[in-house]
């Protein structure tokens, strides 16, 4: 069964950068993307990436809230999916996670937390 594994969060002041990294056990050929649960919430979509296949492929896709600051990127030969958070708001304060689009509940791992404050 894949596994996914989540790193890169931490406590970063409004304005910051992080970069989230999700490796996975084994090639995955399915879209991926990254989901958030904010305290009392319940998970979100935050953006998704195709496959990487030419017949699946679509543009990758962002909530509108974080759209024009996270960049979604995976690289196939490292089995890793990548997410570029610029222009950290507190409002971006959750638990990171990633899995495939739609996501498969088996797939879920621990997540990495985010904490914007200053």
């Known amino acids: 069964q894949v596994q996914l594994v989540e790193s890169g969060g931490g406590l970063v ?3 910051g ?3 989230l990294s999700c490796k996975a056990s084994e090639k995955i050929i399915y879209a991926m993307a990254w989901y958030r649960q904010a305290p009392g919430k319940e998970r979100e979509f935050v953006a998704g990436i195709s496959s990487g296949l ?6 990758p896709s962002y909530r509108d809230s974080v759209k024009g600051r996270f960049t979604i990127s995976r690289d196939t030969a490292l089995n890793t999916v990548y997410l570029q958070m610029n222009n ?3 409002d971006d304060t959750a638990i990171y996670y990633c899995n495939t689009r739609p996501p498969n509940q088996a797939y879920w791992g621990q997540g990495t937390q ?3 404050s200053s």
């Open 17 to 19: 950068s992080l970069r």
């Open 54 to 59: 030419s017949t699946t492929y679509f543009t």
């Open 13 to 15: 002041q409004p304005g």
């Open 88 to 90: 950290l708001k507190p």
């Open 114 to 116: 985010v904490t914007v």
